[in-house]
Nanobody, 126 residues
Framework: QVQLVESGGGLVQAGGSLRLSCAASGRTFSSYAMGWFRQAAGKEREFVAGVSRSGGNTNYADSVKGRFTISRDNDKNTVYLQMNSLKPEDTAVYSC???????????????????WGQGTQVTVSS
């Protein structure tokens, strides 16, 4: 198992940037593919980005492609989400999650993830 704690959320103007971090416990961090999800008020949780165990492969939701970048540092047990060119539509609670797979198959499916962080609020003003 792994425990996840997100940080870095906050209030930012449209067009601005934020970097979210997700700190993971344990020495088995590299055994998990990682994902970022978000949930806006009144809406379902949706996939944002995923990264493979090694960090060599990534994928993104169409809505954030070209603006967000997911990465990981296995030596620091941390996964990141760099968020650029933020839009009001990006406002949501962002959560990181872990699943024990080597690749990105079904990375967009929330129920495939075994462990979740508590989430961090991102608010983008116009």
């Amino acid at each position: 198992q792994v425990q996840l704690v997100e940080s870095g959320g906050g209030l930012v103007q449209a067009g601005g940037s934020l970097r979210l971090s997700c700190a993971a416990s344990g020495r088995t961090f590299s055994s998990y593919a990682m994902g970022w999800f978000r949930q806006a008020a009144g809406k379902e949780r949706e996939f944002v980005a995923g990264v493979s165990r090694s960090g060599g492969n990534t994928n993104y939701a169409d809505s954030v492609k070209g603006r967000f970048t997911i990465s990981r540092d296995n030596d620091k047990n941390t996964v990141y989400l760099q968020m650029n060119s933020l839009k009001p539509e990006d406002t949501a609670v962002y959560s990181c999650a872990a699943r024990p797979t080597s690749g990105l198959t079904s990375a967009w499916v929330p129920r495939e993830y075994h462990f979740w962080g508590q989430g961090t609020q991102v608010t983008v003003s116009s």
